[in-house]
């Protein structure tokens, strides 16, 4: 899943306004985050496989990013982490687990997001484990409805939950959402490049400038 994930993040911000939206998009992002990393420096990998689904192309092992184990143990580090930083930054104790419980929340949901548009390529636990997906993808209509309508209802909850002047503070995200509509479209439609690692190369960099456009321009809004 690609936009669908930022609906995830935009929607959470509404449960706690203190938490910024482009840790939120990190939260939500930070599994295919790691794949990238993984499939770059040769730990996990991907190919392309003609007709795997008939919007995304690519499948891989990807036991430690996207395997259900690996998900759920990253989403309890995350938790972990938030709870240190909390205790060295001396905050409140129960602000600090709401910041955890939303972080790993946002972390987890990518399974969820994931598992439905995947054709069974996820796996339980290692390599050889049962793989899970239930391969929504190969419907791109409805699998594209499903990701644009998350989309939009997280936009929706954001705007609702924050309020900003200006046209940055007003505009920006839907600007950004605009672009981030036309990628979504993009990936299904070019097919990728036969150098996977070049590609993943451009995600990262894609990835992370979208976390740091939503970062800029949450701390528009209030
Ligand atoms: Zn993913």
């Not at 990628?183 to 451009?202: A, Q, R, S």
């Amino acid at each position: 899943m690609f936009i669908g994930h930022y609906g995830v993040g935009l929607a959470l911000k509404k449960a706690d306004k203190r938490i910024s939206l482009g840790l939120l998009f990190f939260a939500v992002s930070f599994i295919d985050l790691l794949h990238f990393i993984l499939v770059l420096i040769g730990i996990e990998s991907v190919e392309i496989v003609p007709g795997f689904t008939k919007w995304i192309p690519l499948t891989g092992n990807n036991p430690i990013s996207h395997g259900l184990t690996g998900m759920i143990a990253w989403s309890f580090l995350a938790y972990a982490a938030v709870i240190i930083y909390g205790k060295i930054k001396k905050e409140d104790s129960v602000s600090s687990r709401k910041t955890a419980m939303i972080i790993s929340l946002g972390i987890f949901s990518h399974f969820i997001c994931d598992v439905i548009v995947h054709a069974p390529d996820l796996p339980l636990i290692g390599y050889d484990s049962i793989k899970l997906g239930f391969g929504l993808w190969n419907y791109p209509v409805i699998s594209n409805a499903l990701e644009l309508g998350m989309f939009f209802t997280g936009l929706i909850i954001y705007y609702k939950s924050t309020t900003g002047d200006g046209f940055t503070a007003k505009y920006g995200l839907i600007i950004l959402g605009i672009g981030l509509i036309v990628f979504n479209i993009l990936i299904g439609i070019i097919p990728p490049l036969e150098n996977v690692k070049i590609t993943y190369l451009n995600m990262l960099v894609l990835y992370t400038a979208i976390i740091a456009a939503a970062e800029w321009l949450d701390r528009k809004r209030i």
